[in-house]
């Protein structure tokens, strides 16, 4: 905790961290297929459990 740098206001506004969001859950292929791989990753879905998708 002691290497802390006091961010100005210009820096906090650049932090694009947790911008990810995760969507309605998909029950269709194509609608998972335009996930990005985070949300294919972490968001739940009702189609992989299903059937595997082809995209």
């Not at 269709?28 to 998708?53: G, Y």
Request: proline letters at 5%; charged letters at 25%; glycine letters at 4%.
């Amino acid at each position: 905790m002691k290497n802390l740098k006091k961010l100005t206001k210009k820096e906090l506004k650049s932090i694009a961290g947790g911008s990810e969001r995760c969507p309605v859950p998909a029950t269709w292929c194509s609608e998972w297929c335009t996930w990005s791989d985070w949300q294919k990753e972490h968001c739940i879905n009702a189609v992989i459990d299903v059937m595997p998708c082809d995209c």
